[in-house]
């Protein structure tokens, strides 16, 4: 079985400022780590993914993930906040097993509030 | 290229009736999923098609939740008889193969919801 866990619900940065999401999983298999990004009203974008080649990840919009094994996590970045990346955030597993339906499993969501 | 492609994009219903969502994927991707996103969590899948046949479909309330893809490529999901705990937002999407490590890019969803 696989699971993900957000470990913060909501996460407020200002303008210009760093922007750290985390994500932490558990999985059977060796996973597919994913983050996607959900605007308002809009459907869920593709930000970045793993799939067991280079352990950082780099994304669209300046992203970037790092997939650390021993901490079974997969912690979302951006050096500089821009105020048109408030939006919620998913971070995602899918195993490798390939013995069954590969559905992807989604956490609860970051809400990632910019201050101007 | 097009991307997935869903309608009606918003649906309001009475508990009891039943409605109908429709999902095109993007042209060639061989599977499709139906996720629903209920307010403030994450899209659970509900069911997955490689090319028309059922991968899983584990998570389907098979009582009142129905789904096809007859021909291999768009899909029609059903609620019949809706109840007020499935206003959600019923989201499709598609990959081109089956593969944990498959991208799998989303349409805008149908929004639900049952009064």
């Known amino acids: 079985a696989q699971s993900v866990t957000q470990l913060d619900s909501h996460v407020s940065v200002s303008e210009g400022t760093p922007v750290l999401l985390r994500c932490n999983y558990s999985?059977?298999?060796?996973?597919?780590l994913f983050w996607y990004v959900q605007h308002p009203n809009k459907g869920l974008q593709l930000l970045l993914k793993?799939?067991?080649?280079?352990?950082l990840v780099k994304g669209i919009n300046g992203f970037e993930a790092e997939f650390k094994k021993s901490e079974t996590s997969f912690h979302l970045t951006k050096p500089s906040a821009h105020m048109s990346d408030a939006a919620e955030y998913f971070c995602?597993?899918?195993?490798?097993?390939?013995?069954?339906?590969?559905?992807?499993?989604f956490g609860k969501g970051t809400h990632l509030i910019i201050q101007p | 290229e097009a991307g997935v492609a869903q309608s009606p994009r918003y649906k309001i219903i009475e508990k009891r009736q039943s409605v109908a969502f429709w999902c095109n994927p993007i042209?060639?991707?061989?599977?499709l999923y139906w996720y629903q996103q209920i307010l403030g969590q994450g899209p659970k899948l509900l069911i997955q098609?490689?090319?028309?046949?059922?991968?899983?479909d584990s998570q389907l309330p098979k009582d009142r939740f129905s789904a096809e893809r007859l021909k291999g490529v768009d899909s029609t999901l059903k609620i019949q008889p809706a109840k007020l705990e499935d206003s959600a937002v019923y989201l499709c999407?598609?990959?081109?193969?089956?593969?944990?490590?498959?991208?799998?890019?989303f349409g805008p969803g149908t929004r639900l919801l049952v009064l």
């Open positions: 999985s059977s298999y060796s996973p597919s």
């Open positions: 995602v597993v899918s195993d490798l097993s390939g013995g069954g339906a590969d559905g992807l499993t």
């Open positions: 999407a598609s990959s081109l193969e089956w593969g944990g490590s498959e991208t799998q890019y």
């Open positions: 098609f490689q090319n028309n046949g059922v991968v899983d």
């Open positions: 793993y799939t067991s080649a280079a352990t």
């Open positions: 042209s060639g991707h061989a599977t």
